[in-house]
């Protein structure tokens, strides 16, 4: 019997880093200039010091556990006619998300590069990349998100370019006024964040050596690096009022870039966001994936990766427009931050429940 491959640690870093990076840092400074106003960026630490929070919580269901799957944690536990609709929940939640990464990718790129161009082949194309990467395991995920690392990672020092264009000015004394602090806004803005939360399918996929929850908080300081860079140079770059009025203000200032040789960067810019937007989905059809075999679990991967791939790309097609799939992508969104809080604590009580029996049967 072959032996299956382990994630090593720097692997895992960069597969949690890849998959909570995404399509959302392209509005995310226009996210924070509305919500929060002056120097928005600021507001950043905190949502990821609620991800550590969060994180902190799956450790302990790590510790408790000693590093069992949480499907084997439930499944010890719980009977199966429990199991079934929370594996349904898990199945339906994150393949959605998935699609709906992938619809939002498209719809950005057929506006801004091939507006006359159906957004279904697109889909379609991408759909398939992402079935032979996450069918293959979560070991090639992590393999192939380390090269898309590498293919990406060099847009950071060329963005310091645009310190030609920031005024300082535009950072005004005031901080963290002039927004609408709505609640919708502030939620919206921790959807950007998301990913972290299945490093709880990771538990038992890494090297011993390896801690996948202190990976997993290291990526997310990463995250914040980059966010909190970013939206910096967004807001120095165009200013708080002009910032609140863009859609993508990232692609908008990418576009001030220009070589002799490449006509429109900020098209090269969204072609390599393609790499990380297929990292987060591959990953959340690969935990859909990976649910879904313990409800049919004499169907092979392949096929039930297809039927997942398949059922979510017809569902896809409803929401048409970019406002639509913002409203879906919101939906799902949310009910996954419930999921990101809600299931490390129901796994800490089943675990606290067992030990409480295990200790009833030893007295």
């Known amino acids: 019997m072959a032996v299956k491959e382990k994630l090593a640690s720097f692997h895992t870093l960069v597969l949690i880093y890849m998959t909570q990076t995404g399509v959302a840092v392209l509005s995310l400074g226009q996210l924070l200039a509305v919500t929060f106003g002056y120097n928005g960026w600021l507001a950043l630490p905190a949502y990821a010091t609620v991800v550590t929070v969060n994180l902190l919580l799956i450790g302990l269901v790590h510790r408790m556990g000693r590093g069992q799957s949480i499907f084997d ?51 379609l194309v991408i759909d398939v990349l992402g079935f032979m990467l996450f069918t293959k395991g979560v070991y090639t995920i992590a393999k192939a998100s380390t090269v898309f690392f590498y293919l990406t990672v060099w847009m950071y020092p060329l963005s310091c370019t645009f310190f030609n ?31 972290y939360e299945l490093v709880l399918l990771l538990f038992g996929q890494v090297d011993r050596s390896a801690k996948p929850v202190k990976l997993a908080i290291w990526a997310n300081v990463l995250v914040l690096l980059s966010y909190a860079y970013i939206c910096f140079l967004v807001l120095g770059f165009f200013g708080l009022h002009q910032l609140q009025q863009m859609q993508y203000p990232l692609i908008d200032m990418f576009a001030f870039i220009k070589f002799p040789f490449i006509e429109r960067i900020e098209n090269v810019l969204y072609g390599l966001l393609l790499f990380t937007m297929l990292t987060t989905t591959s990953m959340y059809f690969w935990a859909s994936n990976e649910a879904s075999g313990r409800l049919l ?26 406002g639509n799939v913002d409203q879906w992508l919101t939906l799902f969104s949310r009910i996954e931050i419930g999921i990101s809080f809600g299931l490390p604590l129901f796994l800490i009580v089943l675990l606290l429940i067992r030990r409480e029996k295990e200790a009833s049967a030893g007295a």
């Open 297 to 322: 679990p004499k169907i092979k991967p392949e096929y039930r990766g297809a039927a997942l791939v398949a059922g979510a790309f017809l569902i896809g097609l409803i929401p048409d427009t970019i």
């Open 73 to 123: 944690i439930m499944e010890r536990r719980l009977p199966k006619p429990l199991l079934a609709p929370l594996y349904l929940l898990f199945i339906s939640v994150w393949s959605m998300l998935a699609c709906l990464v992938i619809m939002e990718y498209v719809l950005i790129f057929q506006m801004i590069a091939f507006p006359t161009t159906n957004s279904i082949w697109f889909k």
């Open 165 to 195: 264009n920031f005024n300082w000015s535009r950072l005004t004394p005031f901080l963290l006024q002039g927004g609408n602090y709505q609640p919708s806004g502030i939620v919206d803005i921790y959807t950007a964040f998301l990913g």
